[in-house]
C-alpha cells in the first residue's frame, strides 16, 4: 500500500481545495509544488506590512452563494468594491463603462444622452459583420471610447494591432447607464483579511506539502508514493509537448517601494491606456485593505509574450490552440490514475470563484467514487 491516497501537483487554489475536501474524508494526501511558496497565483508577499498580490491583483467576486460561504469559513473578508480608474494620457476616467465615464468624454448628464451619443457613432461606421477586434469594439460602442480607453490598452495586452486581432476577443462590452463605478455585477466581493495565505494555509493544513519540486522531473519518484495524482499544470508540459506548445500569454511585475509615500495613486488599479506607458495598469496593494500603515507598494504590470519556462496567465483560446488541447484532452482520457484540472490543466481562465467550484464538483467525482 502506497504512503499517500493522492499526489496533488500545485499548490494553488485548485488544488487546496481538494486537498481539503480529500483529507475531510480521511484520505492522505502530499502537495508539491515547483514554487517556494503555497498559494499559486494567490499568493502574497508581505513586504512592508502589506500584503502585495505577488501574481497581479486578485478581488474575489461572486454570484453563487455557496461558493461565497465556502471561503468564507476559511476567512473573513472586507468590504473592497473593485472601482479601477483608467488613465489615457492624463485623463482619468472611471471603469467600466459608466455615466461617470461618459460625462467626462463627452459632457453628457443623462442616460438617455449617453446613449443617443453612442448609437450615433455607432451608426457613422455601420458595421455590420466586424472582421477584427478595431471593428467589433466600435460596432459596440462608437470610436471615441475604443480609441481613448480600448485600443492601446489591448494592443498592449495581447502584443498586436486591433485590427490584426480577432474580433471574438470581445464579445460584449459592459456599458453602465449609472453612475455606479462598481466594476463586478456579481453580489458578492472582497479581500480576505489578512491576505489570501490565510485560506490556502487553513485548507492544506491536513495535508503534507513540499516546495521547490519539480514533479515531471522526478515523476516515477512521486508516482510512487500515491495511488492517485492530481495535476494541476500545463497538460501539454505533462506529455512533453508531444503535439506541440498551447499559447499563452504571460506578465511582467516590477514592484516599486517607497517608504516616503504614503499613498502613491489613490487606488488600488489604475489602468494605462494609450502606448506612451510599455505597461499596461498599475496595482496599490494597500488599497486592497485600507491599510493605513507608512510607506506604500506599487506593482506595474508588463504584458509579455510567452515561451516555454515562463509563467502562463492567459490563454490564446483561438481555433488552432483549442484544437491542439483537444488532442491532449484525448490522451488525458486514457490516464487510470491521473486526473486533470485547474487553469493550466484545463488551458481556460477562470476567476478564483470558478476554480474552487470546478475543484468541488471534481472532489464529488472521484471522492465519492474512492
Not at 481539503?20 to 508577499?45: P, Q, T
Not at 468564507?72 to 472611471?94: D, R
Not at 448628464?109 to 458595421?127: L, M
Request: glycine letters at 6%; charged letters at 30%; hydrophobic letters at 30%.
Amino acid at each position: 500500500m502506497k504512503k499517500y491516497d493522492y499526489l496533488i501537483v500545485g499548490a494553488g487554489l485548485y488544488g487546496a481545495v481538494f486537498a481539503y475536501e480529500a483529507s475531510k474524508k480521511g484520505k492522505k494526501c502530499l502537495v508539491i509544488d515547483r514554487r517556494n511558496h503555497i498559494g499559486g497565483n494567490i499568493y502574497c508577499e508581505n513586504i512592508n506590512d502589506i500584503n502585495v498580490h505577488k501574481y497581479g491583483a486578485h478581488i474575489f467576486h461572486t454570484s453563487d452563494k455557496e461558493i461565497w460561504e465556502y471561503v468564507n469559513q476559511f476567512v473573513e473578508f472586507n468590504n473592497y468594491v473593485n472601482s479601477p480608474i483608467a488613465n489615457y494620457k492624463g485623463e482619468i476616467y472611471n471603469l467600466p463603462f459608466n455615466m461617470n465615464t461618459f460625462s467626462k468624454l463627452w459632457g453628457v448628464v443623462t442616460p438617455k444622452e449617453a446613449q443617443e451619443k453612442i448609437e450615433e457613432q455607432k451608426a457613422e461606421y455601420n458595421i455590420t459583420e466586424p472582421k477584427n477586434l478595431e471593428e467589433q469594439a466600435i460596432s459596440l460602442i462608437g470610436k471615441d471610447i475604443y480609441l481613448k480607453l480600448i485600443k492601446e490598452y489591448t494592443e498592449k495586452q495581447w502584443g498586436k494591432d486591433c485590427k490584426d486581432l480577432p474580433s471574438f476577443i470581445i464579445k460584449r462590452l459592459p456599458v453602465r447607464f449609472t453612475y455606479d463605478n462598481n466594476y463586478f455585477n456579481d453580489r458578492y466581493q472582497g479581500i480576505p483579511v489578512g491576505g489570501y495565505n490565510v485560506i490556502i494555509e487553513k485548507m492544506l493544513a491536513n495535508a503534507d506539502v513540499e516546495l521547490g519540486v519539480d514533479y515531471l522531473k522526478n515523476k516515477d519518484k512521486y508516482n510512487e508514493l500515491a495511488e492517485k495524482v492530481l495535476y494541476t499544470g500545463m497538460m501539454d508540459e505533462f506529455y512533453d509537448y508531444k503535439f506541440g506548445n498551447l499559447e499563452w500569454r504571460s506578465l511582467k511585475f516590477e514592484n516599486e517601494i517607497y517608504e516616503d509615500i504614503d499613498n502613491y495613486q489613490g487606488n488600488a488599479v489604475v489602468n494605462y491606456t494609450s502606448h506612451d506607458q510599455k505597461y499596461t495598469r498599475i496595482i496599490e496593494h494597500k488599497h486592497f485593505e485600507f491599510n493605513k500603515c507608512k510607506g506604500t507598494v506599487i506593482t506595474k504590470e508588463y504584458p509579455q509574450d510567452w515561451k516555454k519556462g515562463d509563467e502562463a496567465y492567459y490563454p490564446v483560446n483561438d481555433e488552432k490552440n483549442n484544437n491542439l488541447f483537444a488532442k491532449y484532452q484525448e490522451l488525458a482520457g486514457q490516464e487510470k490514475n491521473v486526473i486533470f484540472g485547474g487553469r493550466l490543466g484545463n488551458y481556460k481562465y477562470y476567476d478564483m470563484d470558478k476554480v474552487i467550484k470546478s475543484a468541488l464538483e471534481k472532489c464529488k467525482e472521484v471522492l465519492e467514487k474512492a
